[in-house]
């Protein structure tokens, strides 16, 4: 019970033991011409009743009492002293006194039970109210910051998170991941973790000395923030156990990835310098020419393959800084093109990119290499003699720039896994595996531009479309080369 309800109990325990009786007196004197004194008596039974009924056992039998002396005072004779001459009047004295002692003390300890009822009910509905926000609740700060709150409000104590809780003389069950201790200044609740490492507490300031029934019902509290805490403390446990399998996962897949991807290429290039060496004299011009481009060939896939490796290192320590530029869309797939030349091969790129498209302000090199390594992966799953095409368009603010193939297409279900690293799709021999790398480093170009890459559904139903998209700058002030 609160500091306010206890200071309205106590004003109605003074005022109602002396205010009805002397209501029911002024009420008597007033009937008197009218109804016999026997009669009167049942004001004052009233009066007992209702200070019985709106207080407690004590301030009934007050009003008992008082009731008695002013009906002896005031109604029987002789008026306005205590004496009594008539015996009826003295029988009727005792029997009002002994009535509104009865009937008050049941009155005040049913009232007492009704309030206790409330309470509970109110105390009921509290707990309910702190398993209800502390059910909802994910991370360990706030668990600790809504459990103050629901402390304050269910206990009527300042509670505040603290940080600073000593517990040097109040040692901690490891035990209880959540315990609480009282000394001179109040309550003290400490939080810990799973190796019993204080993580917070909540210092609580009580108005009031401790009773039992304050250690009873914190102690309540208490076990509804253990199970919240518990059940925060797990996930964050089974997160980081998660965490850590996946990261053991990667771990295993980029060491076979490049296991693979540098076996390849190192075992052709091994081969043909071998060939160069030890069949030097049988070999004419040729075919030492072929052995030489095969060479070539592979120490600039294997170059590729290593910058890309590099790429997503920056990507995923955040050391990737965005230095823009002003630059147009034309001369990123110029010189796209040109790098994509040797790769090309006997397939055909067309070419759909409309003049008086804005500027970018973007970071040239990290477009055109998010941009090439679409069309790389368009080169690899096009078959021989194949057909690519390469078209921009400007809508809304967005620049969106397609890249289409002719090969066997994205299914629905696999759309989003393209972009994952180390993801390949395997078609048996007839397309060349990639790193699964290209993509993911493209996904994650656009996004530090504040774009996306995402892939289109193919009207055709053949091939694959791939969408670059750019979100275009403001307004620029000519003068300035500036985005207003």
């Known amino acids: 019970m609160t500091k306010k309800t206890w200071g309205v109990a106590s004003l109605k325990s003074l005022i109602l033991p002396v205010l009805l009786p002397a209501l029911a007196t002024l009420l008597a004197v007033l009937l008197s011409p009218l109804l016999a004194v026997a009669n009167l008596a049942l004001l004052y039974l009233a ?4 200070t019985a009924i709106n207080t407690s056992v004590r301030p009934a039998l007050v009003s008992a009492v008082l009731s008695f002396l002013a009906y002896n005072f005031f109604l029987t004779e002789p008026h306005f002293s205590l004496r009594m001459l008539h015996r009826e009047d003295i029988l009727t004295g005792v029997l009002l006194i002994m009535v509104a002692i009865v009937t008050g003390h049941l009155a005040a300890r049913l009232s ?6 409330r309470d509970s009910e109110r105390w009921n509905a509290q707990q309910m109210a702190c398993a209800r926000a502390l059910s909802v609740c994910v991370a360990a700060e706030e668990v600790i910051k809504v459990f103050s709150a629901q402390l304050e409000e269910a206990l009527g104590w300042y509670a505040r998170p603290s940080d600073n809780v000593m517990t040097t003389q109040h040692p901690v069950h490891q035990a209880r991941e959540v315990s609480w201790f009282e000394d001179a200044g109040g309550v003290s609740l400490i939080f810990t973790n799973a190796k019993a490492e204080q993580v917070g507490a909540i210092r609580l300031s009580a108005t009031e000395p401790l009773q039992s029934s304050h250690r009873q019902r914190l102690e309540m509290l ?8 518990g059940r925060v403390q797990l996930e964050a446990s089974l997160r980081d156990e998660t965490l850590g399998k996946e990261r053991e996962q990667l771990r295993s897949a980029l060491l076979s990835s490049v296991s693979h991807d540098l076996r390849t290429p190192l075992a052709t290039m091994i081969g043909s310098v071998s060939s160069l060496i030890d069949l030097s004299d049988s070999l004419d011009a ?3 020419a072929e052995l030489l481009d095969n060479t070539l060939s592979e120490a600039r896939r294997l170059d590729r393959y290593i910058q890309k490796l590099l790429d997503m290192t920056r990507l995923g320590h955040g050391e990737l800084t965005l230095d823009r530029d002003w630059i147009g869309l034309d001369d990123i797939v110029s010189v796209v093109m040109r790098r994509s030349k040797p790769l090309v091969g ?5 070419l759909d990119i409309p003049t008086g498209l804005p500027l970018l302000h973007v970071h040239p090199a990290l477009i055109e290499q998010a941009l090439f390594n679409v069309l790389e992966n368009a080169i690899r799953f096009s078959p021989p003699r194949g057909r690519i095409w390469l078209s921009a368009v400007e809508d809304d603010g967005w620049l969106h720039v397609d890249v289409r193939d002719s090969g066997p297409g994205i299914s629905a279900d696999k759309r989003d896994q393209v972009f994952d690293m180390f993801h390949t799709f395997s078609h048996g021999d007839q397309y060349a595996a990639g790193t699964g790398l290209g993509l993911a480093i493209c996904r994650s170009i656009l996004a530090a531009h504040g774009g996306t890459v995402s892939v289109l559904e193919s009207a055709t139903r053949t091939g694959a479309t791939l969408r670059l998209s750019i979100p275009l700058p403001k307004a620029v002030d000519s003068t300035a080369g500036e985005p207003l």
Not at 47 to 50: D, Q, R, Y
């Open 112 to 117: 007492e039970q009704v309030a206790a009822l």
């Open 286 to 288: 040729a075919q030492r």
């Open 346 to 350: 006997d397939l055909e790129v067309k």
């Open 222 to 229: 208490v076990n509804l923030a253990r199970l919240a805490w």
């Open 47 to 50: 009066a007992v009743l209702l």
